[in-house]
């Protein structure tokens, strides 16, 4: 079995092989996810990425290649490269004690449009519908309303990521988010897993998930692409 430390280095593609194995799309000994779920890509030889991609991007019309250290290679006569975000990894060493004051749901599969409206509201362009199907989703509701949620993302047998973490931004600034990714991770350690999450580098959130008891451990870059 792969130890925890080898798959944070590459937890698309572990993620793909364990617990989200449904989901997987080999290509070329590239694996991505079915393209109605989540458009990640990640692979462990670079030389073979451009044929997966050629065949992938007929199935989306974007993708992301995931990886800590490696640049993927693609065809540019059918691959638009649009851009990479320089993102980091982050996992929890020891969760705080957080007071929890708000009434925090498990969100059942009614949800699913509530959820994706608030994602898109918030950061647009990249959630699915579908992605809820890759893990629990909690939220908080403000007069009947959906306004703060956190998700579970890439999971395998050792590791669960904490995942859109998104508020209203009428109801920003109000501790909902801090208690939502507090009860997710507790719910993480409940299954003896270890929660982590990605975020891009300098996002000023990265105080929060500090002061819940994350540490930044790695770079994790996504590259963005288009089809031509």
């Not at 992301?64 to 250290?69: E, L, Q, Y």
């Amino acid at each position: 079995m792969i130890d925890l430390e080898e798959q944070l280095k590459n937890p698309v593609w572990y993620s793909l092989k364990e617990t989200h194995k449904n989901f997987a799309v080999e290509l070329n000994g590239v694996q991505f996810y079915n393209p109605d779920v989540c458009t990640f890509g990640s692979f462990f030889d670079e030389s073979k990425t451009a044929k997966a991609a050629d065949e992938y991007v007929k199935t989306s019309d974007h993708f992301f290649f995931v990886s800590a250290d490696q640049t993927p290679v693609v065809d540019e006569t059918k691959v638009i490269f649009e851009k990479k975000i320089d993102g980091c990894q982050m996992v929890l060493n020891t969760l705080p004690d957080v007071s929890i004051t708000e009434n925090i749901v498990l969100l059942d599969k009614s949800f699913m449009d509530e959820i994706y409206d608030l994602v898109w509201l918030v950061m647009p362009g990249y959630y699915k519908k579908r992605t809820f199907e890759m893990g629990k989703y909690f939220g908080i509701f403000k007069n009947g309303k959906l306004v703060s949620i956190t998700g579970q993302r890439m999971q395998t047998n050792h590791f669960i990521e904490v995942s859109a973490v998104v508020t209203h931004p009428e109801y920003t600034r109000k501790g909902l988010a801090k208690q939502l990714i507090a009860h997710t991770t507790k719910e993480i350690l409940r299954e003896n897993k270890t929660p982590i999450l990605h975020t891009n580098k300098g996002n000023p959130a990265i105080a929060l998930y500090e002061k819940l008891g994350y540490e930044l451990t790695r770079d994790m870059n996504w590259w963005l692409y288009r089809n031509k």
